[in-house]
């Protein structure tokens, strides 16, 4: 059972470029979520889905797009990346919507 | 804008002491109230929810709410090594699930064997 799964670890960006985050969950869990941490900072969700087609937005998604196809994967994509998104981002994952959030390791993203 | 305040710290506290860590919120009308530990390098791992219904013991841990005061504790007894991480208090929006959920910045706890 691996619970909600990220890649990659680490990345480093330049100015402009544009990646994906991948988040897979095999609890079968309809709640997905997207978070980013900076230093000092609380967990600030940018983007959420409460099932496979739905989407919408968190507290900081600009930057950020979004999309889910299947009820197990939840990619977060940068596009034109900006120093202000370096950061750590999780997904989590949640069976209800309002239990508790199951973390993924979180990917350490620099854009240089 | 709903606000989620915690010391930063550090925390220091002797093995085997009583850690105490407090979360205070701003909406009177909160009624969950999560601890999350994060190991240095890690993702958040919940240890801790309570209601406004009433405090929680699990093991060593025990939180308390004080509604009045609008603030939630964490207790740990027995203080660890192990135990040293930071310690996020999450508060949620009583008319929202998870997308309405507010953390605090953190409380880092250092164990001093």
């Known amino acids: 059972n691996a619970g909600v799964t990220q890649t990659p670890k680490f990345r480093i960006l330049k100015i402009g470029q544009s990646m994906t985050l991948q988040c897979t969950q095999d609890m079968n869990h309809n709640y997905m979520y997207w978070y980013r941490q900076d230093p000092g900072m609380g967990l600030k969700l940018i983007y959420y889905?409460?099932?496979?087609?739905?989407?919408d937005k968190g507290e900081v998604p600009n930057g950020y797009n979004v999309s889910r196809s299947t009820t197990e994967d939840f990619p977060l994509r940068l596009e034109l990346a900006a120093p202000s998104q370096t950061s750590v981002y999780f997904c989590a994952s949640s069976r209800d919507g309002r239990g508790p959030l199951h973390f993924g390791n979180g990917t350490r993203l620099t854009v240089t | 804008q709903k606000e989620v305040e915690q010391n930063s710290g550090p925390l220091s506290v002797p093995e085997g002491a009583i850690a105490s860590l407090n979360c205070t919120y701003s909406d009177r009308g909160s009624q969950s109230f999560f601890w999350y530990r994060q190991y240095s390098g890690k993702s958040p791992e919940l240890i801790m929810f309570i209601y406004s219904n009433g405090d929680k013991e699990d093991g060593r841990f025990t939180a308390q709410l004080n509604k009045a005061s609008q603030y939630v504790s964490l207790l740990i007894r027995d203080s660890q090594p192990s135990d040293s991480a930071t310690y996020l208090c999450?508060?949620?929006?009583?008319?929202?699930?998870?997308?309405?959920?507010?953390f605090g910045t953190g409380t880092r706890l250092t164990i001093i064997p």
């Open positions: 889905s409460v099932g496979a087609g739905i989407t």
């Open positions: 999450a508060v949620k929006d009583p008319n929202f699930g998870n997308e309405k959920l507010t």
